[in-house]
């Protein structure tokens, strides 16, 4: 006890023993439901003085007692905290470092104390995908959103594995809960994309690219979002062409051409509705007009097919010669118009308009060859074959992607090597890949 504590007893003690000598009279005390007792008043002081004093040390050990307590639970807490940073360090250095069992060992620790800490669980589900087992990452991801509700890492990789394991409604219905979230998640949006596609679901991925190009910010990448955008539609539409829903198809088409005039696929997609409809001389008009504003060429190669397919090749002879008179330094027209006189057999044209290209196109010492073959002169021919090898390729050009190079016999609307809508073209020049 301190010096000022007794001094506070010795002031106390002096006080009631000056009240005792003025104070000797008893006073009376009646228990509840007991009897009556009498005490001296200075007694009564004391009794008061000594449970008063009583009661404070009882209340101050209490509070020391749950003092001790709560320190003691909190360093307790404390060096869990520090055991588990330390576990969860060294499983990251394990994990860095290809150390699958010190990692799986220093995780498995972790969950054993700790069974709901998140982190640790998603660690130990991505190694489970690594390793392939996908069932067994799912349960670890899920333990960790359950941990965790609005844990994107876990829903991400959650949707990641059920892709995985080839279940696409619970992989969109993970990326749904991202997106209830975050409702501007922009891998999210990527991600569903991904998803939609494989499926071929247009009219989802439609909604689902406008808040993709919604969300973009870049002016180059806004441009990208955009013909990807075009691209889906075209899709949707073809769909409909697909299942003769001409009316939507149509309207589709010209949508996106409206948009976007070079939008090449959409062009012949208007053609096919229309012949789909009956309307084969509409068809063969409008590919006159979508080349007069595109100049593109494999649109002469449908117009081609359409025409010949009607049994009036002059119309289309005099289509050629018409655009000629108006671009007459147009090599690759020039081109469509001698493989046309090679076709019907119109030699002497077929030689004027050939000799003209020689050495433009690779396709050309083929075609002279073949004409030089009908004319009897063999060893013109045979000078005109060494020039190249295959003689079948000389009245069907490729097709090549201006993305990524990829070549193909047959147009299709999306290239399958780079998947980008409206790159196909045809492949004119010998050694050059240009647009048409």
């Known amino acids: 006890m301190g010096k000022l504590s007794i001094s506070v007893v010795i002031i106390f003690l002096a006080v009631i023993a000056m009240f005792s000598v003025f104070n000797n009279d008893a006073t009376s005390i009646t228990v509840p439901f007991g009897e009556v007792y009498k005490i001296p008043k200075i007694g009564l002081i004391l009794v008061s003085a000594v449970f008063g004093a009583l009661t404070m040390l009882v209340l101050f050990m209490v509070r020391d007692s749950m003092r001790f307590m709560v320190n003691y639970q909190a360093q307790r807490i404390h060096k869990r905290v520090e055991k588990i940073s330390e576990l969860y360090n060294r499983a990251l250095n394990a994990i860095l470092g290809e150390d699958t069992a010190t990692a799986r060992s220093s995780l498995d620790q972790i969950l054993k104390m700790d069974p709901g800490h998140s982190d640790a669980l998603l660690r130990m589900g991505n190694m489970e995908t690594r390793a392939g087992d996908f069932q067994q990452a799912a349960t670890y991801y899920k333990r960790a959103l359950d941990a965790s509700e609005r844990n994107l890492e876990a829903l991400f990789s959650l949707a990641e594995v059920m892709q995985r394991l080839e279940r696409l409604d619970d992989s969109l219905q993970y990326i749904d809960e991202i997106l209830q979230i975050d409702q501007d998640n922009h891998s999210a949006f990527m991600k569903k994309r991904a998803l939609l596609e494989r499926d071929s679901r247009w009219d989802d991925l439609i909604e689902v690219q406008r808040a993709i190009l919604r969300l973009e910010r870049d002016q180059q990448r806004q441009e990208r979002e955009k013909s990807i955008l075009m691209g889906y539609q075209y899709e949707l539409a073809c769909a409909a062409l697909e299942t003769s829903e001409l009316d939507k198809a149509n309207k589709g088409f010209r949508a996106i051409v409206k948009e976007d005039n070079d939008f090449i696929p959409a062009h012949v997609g208007v053609v096919e509705t229309m012949i789909a409809g009956n309307d084969t001389d509409g068809a063969v008009e409008y590919i006159e007009k979508a080349y007069a504003s595109t100049h593109v060429h494999l649109l002469l190669v449908r117009l081609e097919d359409i025409v010949i397919g009607l049994g009036d090749p002059l119309r289309l002879i005099r289509t050629y010669q018409?655009?000629?008179?108006?671009?007459?330094?147009?090599?690759?027209?020039?081109?469509?118009?001698?493989?046309?006189?090679?076709?019907?057999?119109?030699?002497?044209?077929?030689?004027?308009?050939?000799?003209?290209?020689?050495?433009?196109?690779?396709?050309?010492?083929?075609?002279?060859?073949?004409?030089?073959?009908?004319?009897?002169?063999?060893?013109?021919?045979?000078?005109?074959?060494?020039?190249?090898?295959?003689?079948?390729?000389?009245?069907?050009?490729?097709?090549?992607?201006?993305?990524?190079?990829?070549?193909?016999?047959?147009?299709?609307?999306?290239?399958?090597?780079?998947?980008?809508?409206?790159?196909?073209?045809?492949?004119?020049?010998?050694?050059?890949?240009?647009?048409?």
Do not use: I
Not at 387 to 404: D, G, I, Q, R
């Open 322 to 436: 018409h655009r000629l008179s108006e671009e007459p330094d147009n090599t690759g027209l020039r081109f469509f118009l001698a493989k046309l006189y090679f076709r019907l057999e119109m030699v002497d044209d077929a030689f004027r308009e050939l000799e003209a290209l020689e050495d433009t196109f690779p396709e050309v010492p083929l075609l002279l060859g073949e004409l030089y073959m009908r004319r009897q002169q063999c060893e013109k021919a045979v000078e005109q074959f060494k020039k190249t090898m295959k003689l079948s390729s000389a009245l069907k050009v490729p097709y090549f992607c201006m993305e990524c190079g990829h070549s193909a016999m047959q147009w299709v609307g999306r290239c399958p090597s780079c998947d980008n809508w409206n790159t196909m073209r045809l492949r004119l020049n010998a050694g050059q890949e240009r647009k048409d």
